[in-house]
């Protein structure tokens, strides 16, 4: 049987490697980016658009699609893959994430410790026992309740083919104590996805061969994160990934990464959960991740900001500046996309000016284009034995992992 | 010289003809239906997707070129086609239009016929002097004065392969007299058009080589028709447009276009300016219209209305209908555009349930290469000897013209 994920190359002077990770619907090369379709489209991005720029593989979120349009109508109609019209391999996260993120505005930002939390609007809008987490729709304040089984269920439905275990999300300033026990909790619940995975009848599902990634947490503890490594890396998943709280910036993020890595068994891949801003993929990959997501490109589209090759800016270039108002330049030189192959920053200047749906399209794609070519080049440094040149080249430093 | 239109097929039972229209980026198979780009852009739609749906020809209205970005800023960038990305024939109109139809919601609908006039708003965002038409911006309310000449010096600037002479639209309710007052008007600015296309500096624009379409008014008296027909045939056009009030409804539209044919030079290409419904390409091709323009399939999109083989519901599917909710056929069975082979009414039912702009993009596209692929069949029908027949199967009657 072919292993699920083959290591290619390992950087000699990090911890970046190169592999290739097989799923029921194609292989893919890591390390990778994952554009996220949250509600079962990129969004303002067609399948074909994914494609042609390169994409492997792609995001659904499960809490989304779990409340409209239901896991149910899209296993009916042959599962996610089909109904979208993505014939490559798809990731689902568990719905975690999101049921502490949406409850109330804000707590994606407070699990990424960027603002304080607020514990009795939280109490309001979610509850977590050792059984299930109760919480409220966005869409509509409607009550559910999520178990570790419920959410492996509604995986089953959707098809992808990878899914992840249910876990908890405690927020940044949750404190060592309550960090502990929820990490706890979470490797019970892991325990409780493996089973129904296990248990599932595979042929009565749209993807009888999906994978399951477990899920390390331990928040910036690094006696938790080597616990929580040691714990999901023994249980058997087809994957790992690094969640729970990354700390309050992006330092604190890399120093989470570097803890929990050498604990992991380096045979299966990492994926570093929503993570995607140019540094913290070069970052992550030198600290041996192998898998990314986030909806960055999309939003930061959606938002008139575009991707460029510029350290300086944060690789961000406001599209409505007037310096672009008669800008004949692609929106980074060099780029082959289609965008950047067919556009001038004055004509999308224009359209973002003019609020035409076209900007939003082609900066979405420019900027999905702009990680899925970081990524390749990425792997092909990793490959011929450069990777330091390529993060030198793009970081201004050497890298210090 | 290649003479700009030749006729290819004559239809033997009605005034339906086949030829092709000559430009200077490409020639255009008639009868042709061309998707409005209003602002430089099809909405939400790419010159790609376009193209790899037979669109031959789009077209681009002048008024909100000149208001934004300015034809001025357009021609610096190479004109209409660099600036957005589209290689093949544009057709810009001359600003006319919307001169009166944005001046205050609705004068579009009047034109049509559709709504009674307000003289009175009319007069306070829109005076026509023999000169001149002084205008506001549906922008920012900023005035405007917008001759002939001046039209036509914002075509220069925009650079599209056909422009059109600079006219004025009266309301449908404005009489015989006013009709032929305006009408005698219109006459007068044709000619001084004509006399500012033959004057251009053809090295100094973008496109030295645009054609010049006249316009036909006459609103809906069989004289005025037959006098503008025969006084604008003759001026020295490269084609010709049949503009200005067309009645009250289909009916009395169709009966405008067959009192305007006869005198028109059979040599000349005929548009029929904004008029996109099915049932208006296919009574418009018998009364032997070459060229078609409209907004309809794109805005139809963006309200979530699919083109369809219905004759019975208007060629129309709602598709936030719920009974497309389990619907896994595609929009339209047999359509060979992108969306139907990929998606499902299901997946796309659900994308506008869920507010995602791909949703808009998709049926969009459909909508056009619907239209498209309708207009293709046509000229094949012509071609072939079965146009009678293709009309009869999409109308469910013979046609009587």
């Known amino acids: 049987m072919t292993p699920t994920f083959s290591l290619v190359a390992r950087d000699p002077a990090t911890q970046a490697r190169s592999g290739v990770l097989h799923t029921a619907h194609g292989t893919v090369a890591t390390p990778v980016f994952m554009p996220v379709g949250t509600r079962g489209t990129v969004k303002a991005l067609t399948p074909d658009d994914l494609r042609e720029h390169g994409a492997q593989i792609i995001l659904g979120n499960t809490y989304h699609l779990y409340l409209q349009p239901g896991h149910d109508l899209i296993a009916r109609r042959g599962g996610l893959h089909r109904f979208m019209g993505w014939e490559g391999p798809i990731l689902t996260d568990s ?80 404190g060592y104590d309550y960090t502990r026990e929820s990490m706890g909790r979470s490797h019970r619940w892991a325990a409780r996805c493996l089973a129904a995975h296990r248990e599932r009848d595979p042929q009565a599902l749209p ?38 709280s990354l700390g309050a910036d992006k330092a604190q993020m890399y120093e989470v990464v570097a803890m929990t890595v050498p604990h992991l068994p380096a045979g299966l891949a990492r994926h570093l959960l929503g993570v995607g801003d140019v540094d913290d993929l070069l970052e992550g990959v030198a600290r041996g991740i192998d898998m990314f997501d986030c909806v960055s490109p999309t939003r930061l589209g959606r938002h008139g900001t575009a991707l460029v090759r510029d350290r300086e800016r944060r690789w961000k270039l406001n599209v409505q500046n007037a310096t672009l108002r008669e800008d004949d330049e692609p929106l980074q030189a060099g780029c082959s996309c289609y965008t950047c192959r067919n556009f001038s920053r004055a004509y999308i200047h224009y359209l973002y000016r003019a609020k035409e749906l076209l900007g939003i399209r082609l900066v979405s794609l420019h900027n999905v284009a702009f990680l899925l070519a970081l990524m390749a080049d990425i792997r092909a440094a990793i490959n011929e034995g450069r990777f330091t040149a390529l993060y030198s080249d793009w970081l201004g430093r050497p890298p210090v992992v």
């Open 95 to 174: 719905g975690g994430f999101q049921v502490f993120s949406l409850v109330y505005g804000g707590i994606a930002d407070e699990v990424k410790g960027r603002r304080p939390q607020h514990p009795s609007r939280l109490g309001d809008m979610v509850r977590v026992t050792e059984d299930a987490v109760l919480f409220k729709s966005y869409l509509d304040g409607s009550r559910h309740v999520f178990t570790p089984e419920r959410s492996i269920t509604v995986q089953h439905g959707l098809g992808a083919d990878i899914i992840l275990c249910f876990d908890e999300l405690p927020p940044f300033r949750a």
């Open 207 to 244: 993807n009888p061969d999906q994978l399951l990634f477990g899920i390390v947490h331990g928040g910036v503890f690094p006696d938790l994160r080597r616990a929580s490594g040691e714990t999901i890396g023994a249980m058997g998943f087809d994957g790992l990934c690094i969640g729970g």
